[in-house]
């Protein structure tokens, strides 16, 4: 029955006719409506509630009242909450909880009744009641946690990465028709068939799907085996560079992704450093940080892997193509909610200076390994690095000796990096340019001989060393300082008495240490040295200064007697032999 005029106010007239009626006479007052009408009674009654109102119904006085305390409660919700499983399903119920925890003494589930004055149990409906009224319930605890709503600034200022398992695996057969990726279909592989699953384990197919961020365009890159950092190194390498029919390119300045391992691992990382990308990983099960890339995978399922039943690939390679062919048709045709416009056409908004061009492929796949360079800064403010000399003059900071960290440049040609560390202590860039030289190996930047001389403006140690000599000196100048320095003035002014220290300290006492008086050794035996031997003439003018006249033939004499020499303590006795009674007796030729 469709309600008109005339039937609203034929039910307005029951309804006021059944509210005076005295008890026993409504029925047939229904009954009549029903005939007129000709509809059921359960048309009538519902009808009458859309054309009656009806009294709010008054609330009970005792509405909001508890009668469980709030430290009993939160033992029952304790309880709860450790009995549920990683998927928030409870396995113990609110009234096996507080039969458990009354049978131990930790709380005390009773209320008094007015009526009888004897403490009952409280219900399990008025429990739950009072937990909803606490706020510790666990369908309420196990809600999820306030968010925080995050932007990015423009494309390619923030992009999330995620791996997720392919629906597809890897059928080796000897059957061509039948080799190649195949979908898993659900009554072969699911988990009450582990073993088909473990079969095919190897084989199964991988896929990183990549959002940007402002514009919400999808980039999606099939691989084998599992999440690994060789894999999202790969991935990450193919979604910055160009490709045809595919505007969406370039390196973001950061990127967000979870906490696996593998994104997280040093040759992933050393990549994202040497690209000046900030790696940005969420807490673990806070997947809502990335849940543009959640949002894409699903989008990836539902519209283009659903299809590939319809037109099986071959290879990865045919599977990557298609998902390429498919992701610029979804960027470019669906319009995204939160900004109104296709993908494409948001991310083509970005500006010059907000688009990093990658390096090709291969440099990037080398900046994997490439590890930073410790290099001494040279007293013309260089530094060799890769057979190439770089001028370090726009450092901040930099001086000559010192040591800086230096890593190739893959945005600028003929440059390298500096690595710094800001106030935080993140890691910064500097870049540095390769100096050019000429045929004879100088510079080009060097000054020629007998044209230039200007001398390179101060680094922080000359500053230093002029501020340090100022004060030296009590100069107010660098000339002042540097005359008073030359003219031999006492540096800081005399005050400083070099001894002044020594006076200072504290006189020390040493108390007297006990000896011994040294006793001569008593001579034994002599040792007596051997005469020193006199050569022919030496023996001769010993024998001249005793008084001896020095002829031949005392010569000849020595010379004979004596051919090894004479013994110096024999002189005495050769004297006088030589010497009788004041004359010589010569016989044989000799001399007696």
Not at 168 to 189: I, R, T, W
Request: aromatic share 6%; with cysteine; hydrophobic share 40%.
């Amino acid at each position: 029955m469709a309600l008109n005029p005339a039937t609203v106010t034929r039910l307005v007239q029951l309804a006021q006719a059944t509210a005076t009626a005295p008890r026993g006479q409504k029925q047939a007052l229904y009954a009549a409506a029903c005939a007129e009408l000709g509809v059921s009674l359960p048309t009538i009654h519902r009808h009458l509630e859309q054309v009656t109102v009806k009294p709010t119904r008054k609330q009970r006085s005792d509405a909001g009242d508890v009668q469980l305390s709030r430290l009993d409660a939160k033992a029952i919700s304790a309880l709860l909450m450790s009995s549920a499983r990683k998927t928030s399903k409870r396995l113990m119920s609110i009234g096996q909880a507080v039969d458990m925890l009354s049978a131990n003494g930790e709380i005390s589930p009773f209320a008094l009744d007015a009526e009888t004055g004897e403490l009952v149990r409280l219900s399990d409906s008025a429990i739950a009641r009072a937990l909803r009224s606490y706020g510790m319930h666990p369908d309420q605890l196990n809600r999820p946690t306030p968010a925080v709503e995050l932007k990015s600034l423009h494309p390619n200022h923030v992009w999330q990465i995620d791996a997720s398992i392919c629906v597809l695996y890897y059928l080796n057969s000897s059957n061509p028709k039948e080799a190649g990726l195949q979908v898993m279909a659900h009554d072969k592989f699911y988990k009450n068939k582990p073993a088909n699953l473990k079969r095919i384990e190897a084989d199964r197919v991988w896929s990183y799907e990549v959002t940007d961020h402002n514009s919400g365009a999808i980039f999606v890159n099939y691989v084998m085996g599992a999440e690994s950092g060789t894999n999202l190194a790969e991935s990450f390498i193919a979604a910055i560079q160009k490709r045809p029919s595919d505007p969406m390119h370039g390196v973001p300045f950061i990127l967000m992704m979870d906490m696996g391992s593998a994104n997280t691992s040093g040759l992933f990382g050393n990549l994202a450093r040497r690209l000046q990308v900030q790696l940005i990983a969420h807490a673990p099960g806070n997947a809502r940080a990335t849940g543009q890339v959640e949002k894409a995978r699903d989008l990836i399922e539902r519209s283009f892997e659903s299809s590939l039943r319809l037109q099986p690939v071959r290879d990865l390679a045919d599977l990557n193509a298609c998902a390429q062919r498919w992701s610029c048709w979804f960027n470019a045709n669906k319009v995204h909610t939160r900004h109104g416009k296709t993908r494409f056409d948001q991310w083509l908004t970005i500006a010059p200076e907000q688009l990093r061009i990658a390096p090709p492929a291969p440099v990037c796949f080398a900046l994997l390994s490439e590890k930073v360079e410790t290099r001494k800064v040279n007293d013309n403010l260089t530094v060799s690095f890769k057979a190439g000399t770089y001028c370090v003059k726009t450092v901040p900071g930099v001086m000559v000796g010192e040591k800086l960290l230096i890593t190739v440049n893959p945005y600028v040609a003929n440059a390298a990096q500096v690595v710094l560390k800001d106030a935080d202590g993140h890691e910064t860039l500097h870049s540095i340019p390769l100096l050019e030289k000429d045929d004879a190996g100088f510079l080009e930047r060097a000054h020629v001989i007998g044209e230039e001389y200007a001398r390179p403006a101060d680094t922080v140690l000359d500053v230093n060393r002029k501020e340090v000599q100022r004060f030296a000196y009590d100069a107010a100048t660098n000339e002042e300082a540097e005359s008073k320095r030359k003219a031999g003035v006492v540096p800081l002014g005399g005050r400083i008495d070099p001894y002044k220290v020594i006076e200072q300290s504290p006189q020390r006492h040493y108390l007297p240490k006990a000896g011994s008086d040294m006793v001569p050794a008593v001579t034994t035996s002599r040792t007596v040295a051997p005469a020193r031997v006199l050569s022919t003439f030496e023996a001769a003018q010993a024998l001249v200064a005793m008084g001896m006249a020095l002829n031949a033939e005392l010569i000849a004499t020595l010379k004979n007697q004596y051919a090894d020499g004479v013994p110096e303590d024999q002189l005495n006795a050769l004297h006088a032999r030589l010497t009788v009674r004041g004359g010589l007796r010569v016989v044989n030729g000799g001399v007696l």
